[in-house]
């Protein structure tokens, strides 16, 4: 079956680092977008960064731009978020998921397409990641 597993969460102080792997299994990455989400308490879930596989437009929420970087292996089973200069804001779970999608619409407008209820075609479990002192 069709599989997104997250993990690299933990507790990290204020400033710090996390790489986050999302590793797929059961379907071919090629002609989905794939990215990351985050949910904090009380908070809506957000489009944190998404990588179109077959094109490599990107989309990075202006919250986390020059702080985090997505990337995926040669093998295109894995996704990664790279993470620095973490903030306490940055605490949630963050999510994996993967979207069919094409040169249009944008990498953007799939994103948040994901992001949608439902919208999502295939979804991991959350890892969590807390930034505190």
């Known amino acids: 079956q069709v599989q997104l597993v997250e993990s690299g969460g933990g507790l990290v102080p204020p400033g710090g680092s996390l790489r986050l792997s999302c590793v797929t299994s059961g379907f071919t990455l090629d002609n989905y977008a794939i990215g990351w989400f985050r949910q904090a308490p009380g908070k809506e879930r957000e489009a944190v960064s998404c990588l179109d596989i077959t094109g490599g437009d990107t989309f990075v929420a202006d919250s986390v731009k020059d702080r985090f970087t997505i990337s995926r292996d040669v093998a295109k089973t894995t996704v990664f978020l790279d993470m620095s200069n973490l903030k306490p804001e940055d605490t949630a779970v963050y999510y ?11 990498i953007w407008a799939t994103c948040h397409a994901t992001n949608r209820p439902g919208g999502g075609d295939y979804w991991g479990r959350g890892t969590q990641v807390t930034v505190s002192s």
């Open 96 to 106: 994996c998921a993967a979207k069919l999608h094409s040169i249009s619409p944008s």
